[in-house]
Each structure stands twice: as C-alpha cells, then as structure tokens.
C-alpha cells in the first residue's frame, strides 16, 4: 500500500514540474485492468502517404517492415530534397505501434511540432515533416 502513495506522490510531483513546460507526461494508470488506448475510431494504420512535398500523393504499403527515409537509393521512400540527409529517419513497427526515429540527420525529423530525439510512437494523422516533406500514417 505504501508504493501506491509514493507513485500517487510522484505523478502529483511530476506533473508539477512539467506543467509549466507544456510538456505531457503520461503515467500509468492507478486501476488494475485498464484497457490501452486503440487508435482514433480503432483503426489501424495501413498505409504512409506523403501529403506535402515534391511526392505529394504517394503511397506506401505498411507490411510490418522498416521504412527507411532519406536521399539515398536504397531507402523506401527516396526523398529529392536538399534539407534531407542520405539516411534521414526510419518508421518502424514496435509492437502494435509505429515509432519514428530520426537517424542523425542534419535538419532534423519534426513529428508535428516536436523534433525527433528519440523513437516517437506516430498516432494517425499526426504530421512527419523531413525537410520539405510532409509525410502521414493512415488507415
């Protein structure tokens, strides 16, 4: 029962220090048996299109693999652009979930305002902007 209060202290803590910030923190949950948050309406993502850019409307497959992003020709979705490095970001499948990871890039990978420090879980809909590139998960 003590644990219960010290973890109930610490979110109280924690909330406090970055309320200020702008931050979100996500806790886990106090009750037992709380289900995990589907994405929006449950759908799954299917498919990477690329919504602003040079690429606008394409489309890629989401099969489980790596996506690979960058200038070079080996990547999946090879990017003409000057602000993108030759192995700028990839999106992989970690679970059920997909996470963006930017790869040492120059310029950085943005996932909606925020840059990319570390593996990012990617709701749907939410923008990946590499360069000029503007890119989206979507069922």
């Not at 109280?12 to 886990?28: C, F, I, K, T």
């Not at 040079?54 to 090879?78: H, N, Y």
Request: charged fraction near 25%; glycine fraction near 10%.
């Amino acid at each position: 029962m003590l644990w219960l209060f010290v973890f109930a202290a610490l979110r109280v803590v924690r909330s406090d220090l970055y309320a200020a910030s702008g931050l979100r923190v996500n806790l886990p949950s106090l009750r037992r048996g709380k289900e995990q948050k589907k994405p929006r309406g449950g759908k799954l993502p299917r498919q990477l299109v690329v919504t602003h850019g040079a690429l606008a409307g394409t489309r890629i497959a989401l099969d489980g693999k790596p996506i690979l992003i960058g200038r070079a020709d080996d990547s999946t979705l090879v990017l003409d652009d000057d602000y993108a490095s030759t192995r700028h970001a990839r999106i992989s499948l970690r679970g059920d979930e997909w996470y963006v990871e930017d790869l040492g890039s120059t310029n950085g990978t943005y996932l909606d305002r925020a840059k990319v420090t570390a593996p990012l879980r990617v709701p749907l809909g939410v923008p990946i902007r590499i360069g000029k590139t503007v890119i989206e998960l979507r069922p």
